[in-house]
C-alpha cells in the first residue's frame, strides 16, 4: 500500500478508507487501554493523532515508540473527537523502523534553547521551529527562481572558485592546493602562485556581480543564486561567512528602476510566504515573535521611504540618540544607525541612496557632486541592511580611473572592462541576502538559525 502524506490527510474527508503514513514520533500519551501518537513526516507543521487499542499490540513494541522513532502506521481514517485536530488514524498495524532510546535522543519535550540546539544542528530539523524554518527556507528559493522566471529574467551559473576580489573588501577564503607547510617561494621570497592549482591566487567568491554584469550585457536581465563567502571577523546575529546571495544585473535599468524592482520582488516574496506557508508563519507567530504576522503585513501593504544617504545622516545627527559609532557625513552606517531609521524615526523600511564613494565598491556609478555614488541599500526593521546594490558605472574611462585610484589590479579587470569597452550600457542590479531574508520573514532572531549548517567565525561543524 502505498505511503499518504499526512499534509494530504489532514485536508481529507474520506472517512473509513484504510491509510498508510510514515514518520516520526513526536508524542506519545495515553494509558493501559489506549495510547495516542502524534506522528510527523515534515510535509506540515501538524502532527497525525494515531489512536492505538494497547491490548490489542505487542507491549514491547508499544514501548519502543517513543519520541523520535520512526515507525510506519496502518489504519482507518477517522474524524477526530478530540480537541485541536480534525482527523485521526485508528492503527491497525505499526511498524517501528527505528528507535530513539529515550535515555540518550536529545530532543525530548521540553521545550530546548536555540544555543542548544546548535550545538544538535543535525537534529534539530525534528523540532516544529526548525521544520518550519526549512520549509519557508524552500519556500523562499522556489519563490525567487518564479518571480524572475515570470519576469523573464535567465538564472546565470557564476563561478566559486574566482580570482577576483569583486567587493573590494580583501575579506576573502584562499582557495589552493599548495601545502601550507612547504609553500613555493618567489625569488623576493613571496609565495609563489604560479605554482597553484589555478597558476594564480583564487579564493572562494564573495559576488557574483562582476560576471553577472557580463551576462546582462547580452542577455538584458539575469539573476544569480548562490553561496557567497565572507571571511569578516563579524560575530553579530546578521552575518555568516557563508551565505546565499541572490543578484539580479539588468541592462537599460538606472537606479530608479533598481529600487523598484528591490521592493516588488521583497513585497512579492514576503506575499508568497504569506499566501503558501501560512501554518508555518502561524506557528512561528505564536512560539517565536508574536508581532510576525503583523510586520509582514505592513512591509506589503506600505511604501518604502526613499531618501539620500546625505538626508539619514542629517536625521541621525539631530536624534538625540547616543550612538555608538558618532554620526557624522562620511560614516559607513552600522545596524544602529540603519534601526534607528527603520524601527524608531520612519517604522517603515527605507531605500538609502547616493552614499559616499569611499565607503562603497568601485564598480558603482559616480554622481557629477564628485563625492557620492549611485548606491543603494534597502533597510529594513530588525534586520537592518537586507539589500545592497547601485547603478553601475557604465564609462569606460571613469570606472578605469576608479580601479587606479583604489589601487585595484587594472590588468587582472581587462575582461570587466571589456564590456564598457564594447557596446557598454546604463545598467543597474543588487544582492539580497538570502538568510537576511529569511530572518525577516520567519521571526528566528540569529542567522545561525535560518541556514541549516552555519558557517561563522571558530565554526564549522557538520
Ligand atoms: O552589500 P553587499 O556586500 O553587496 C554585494 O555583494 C553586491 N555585489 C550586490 C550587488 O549589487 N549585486 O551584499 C549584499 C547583501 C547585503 O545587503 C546583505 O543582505 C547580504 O548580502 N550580506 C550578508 N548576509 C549574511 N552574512 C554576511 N556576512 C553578509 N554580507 C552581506
Ligand atoms: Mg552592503
Known amino acids: 500500500m502505498n505511503r499518504s502524506i499526512i499534509k494530504e490527510l489532514l485536508k481529507s474527508n474520506e472517512f473509513d478508507t484504510t491509510v498508510l503514513v510514515k514518520g516520526w514520533v513526536r508524542t506519545k500519551r495515553g494509558n493501559n487501554n489506549v495510547a495516542f501518537v502524534a506522528v510527523n513526516d515534515g510535509s506540515t507543521i501538524h502532527n497525525i493523532q494515531v489512536v492505538i487499542d494497547v491490548p490489542s499490540f505487542d507491549p514491547e513494541l508499544l ?69 518550519a524554518v526549512y520549509r519557508i527556507r524552500h519556500a523562499m528559493a522556489f519563490a525567487i527562481h518564479k518571480y524572475f522566471n515570470d519576469l523573464g529574467f535567465y538564472y546565470v551559473h557564476t563561478p566559486i572558485i574566482t580570482a577576483s576580489d569583486a567587493e573590494g573588501a580583501g575579506e576573502m577564503f584562499r582557495v589552493s592546493t599548495l601545502d601550507p607547510e612547504n609553500l613555493p617561494l618567489t625569488e623576493d621570497k613571496k609565495v609563489d602562485y604560479s605554482k597553484d592549482f ?22 538584458g536581465g539575469i539573476y544569480t543564486f548562490g553561496p557567497t563567502f565572507r571571511a569578516e571577523n563579524s560575530n553579530t546575529p546578521r552575518h555568516l561567512a557563508e551565505f546565499w546571495m541572490i543578484e539580479p544585473e539588468m541592462a537599460f535599468y538606472d537606479i530608479t528602476d533598481n529600487m523598484n524592482l528591490a521592493e516588488d520582488f521583497l513585497k512579492y516574496l514576503i506575499n508568497y510566504a504569506l499566501d503558501n506557508c501560512a501554518d508555518d508563519l502561524a506557528f512561528l507567530n505564536s512560539m517565536v515573535d508574536k508581532e510576525l504576522l503583523e510586520r509582514l503585513k505592513f512591509v506589503v501593504n506600505n511604501s518604502f521611504i526613499r531618501m539620500s544617504y546625505e538626508g539619514a545622516i542629517d536625521i541621525l545627527k539631530s536624534s538625540g540618540q547616543k550612538f555608538e559609532f558618532p554620526v557624522s557625513w562620511g560614516l559607513d552606517l552600522q545596524a544602529e544607525h540603519e534601526r534607528y531609521l527603520v524601527e524608531k524615526h520612519f517604522k517603515c523600511p527605507v531605500i538609502l541612496t547616493d552614499y559616499p564613494r569611499e565607503i562603497k565598491a568601485f ?82 532572531a540569529n542567522i545561525r538559525d535560518v541556514i541549516p549548517f552555519p558557517r561563522t567565525p571558530r565554526n564549522a561543524e557538520f
Open 198 to 219: 589555478f597558476g594564480k591566487a583564487t579564493n572562494l567568491t564573495v559576488s557574483g556581480q562582476l560576471e553577472g554584469e557580463l551576462a546582462a550585457l547580452a542577455l
Open 63 to 131: 514501548r519502543k515508540i517513543t519520541t523520535g522513532a520512526s515507525v510506519g502506521v496502518q489504519g482507518k481514517l477517522m474524524e477526530s473527537k478530540g480537541q485541536g485536530q480534525t482527523v485521526e488514524i485508528i492503527a491497525e498495524k505499526v511498524e517501528l523502523y527505528g528507535e530513539a532510546d529515550p535515555e540518550v535522543y536529545p530532543l525530548q519535550k521540553k521545550g530546548h534553547s536555540f544555543e542548544f540546539l546548535r550545538e544538535i544542528a543535525h537534529l534539530r530539523v525534528r523540532t516544529n521551529t526548525f521544520g
Open 363 to 444: 564598480y558603482m556609478k559616480q554622481n557629477e557632486d564628485n563625492k557620492t555614488v549611485r548606491a543603494m541599500d534597502v533597510l529594513f526593521p530588525r534586520i537592518g541592511e537586507i539589500i545592497g546594490g547601485s547603478q553601475r558605472e557604465e564609462d569606460y574611462d571613469k570606472l578605469l580611473n576608479r580601479i587606479r585610484e583604489m589601487g585595484m589590479p587594472e590588468k587582472e579587470m581587462d575582461w570587466y572592462l571589456d564590456t564598457r569597452r564594447f557596446g557598454t550600457v546604463v545598467h543597474s542590479g543588487f544582492g539580497l541576502g538570502f538568510e537576511r531574508l529569511l530572518l525577516f520573514v520567519t521571526g528566528m
